[in-house]
């Protein structure tokens, strides 16, 4: 069964640091288009940093210069490096997967992109 899936995110106080990972299972992330999500309590999913078959990246500006998406094709794994967190980081983090017919922008800010395989999600608290 072709399926992604999230590691598990924690409770990390502001101005620290978490990485999260997304691996596939059942099928090669080599072709494919993978994007981090961000729900935050009381607000719809949107994509926060997204990351093509290529390694060309797109982060939102609400995590520009602060979240790093990165791939390892080796390991069928697609990083999120988190720093300089704050408490508007709080949420459950989503990875999604989809062929990579899109623009790295275009799979990040329009949201009729259609990604095929979703991850479960994990929580990330920032508090002190």
């Known amino acids: 069964q072709w399926h992604v899936a999230e590691s598990v995110g924690g409770l990390v106080q502001p101005g620290g640091s978490l990485r999260l990972s997304c691996a596939a299972s059942?099928?090669?992330?080599?072709?494919?288009?993978v994007g981090w999500f961000r729900q935050a309590p009381g607000k719809e999913r949107k994509a926060i940093s997204c990351?093509?078959?290529?390694?060309?990246?797109y982060d939102a500006d609400s995590v520009k210069a602060r979240f790093t998406i990165s791939r390892d094709n080796a390991k069928n794994t697609v990083y999120l490096e988190m720093n300089s967190l704050n408490s508007e980081d709080t949420g459950i983090y989503y990875c999604?997967?989809?062929?990579?017919?899109?623009?790295?922008?275009?799979?990040?800010?329009?949201?009729?992109?259609?990604?095929?395989?979703w991850g479960q999600g994990t929580q990330v608290t920032v508090s002190s």
């Open positions: 999604a997967a989809m062929a990579d017919i899109w623009t790295v922008q275009e799979m990040c800010v329009n949201t009729a992109v259609v990604y095929d395989y």
């Open positions: 059942g099928f090669s992330l080599d072709y494919y288009a």
């Open positions: 990351i093509n078959s290529e390694g060309s990246t």
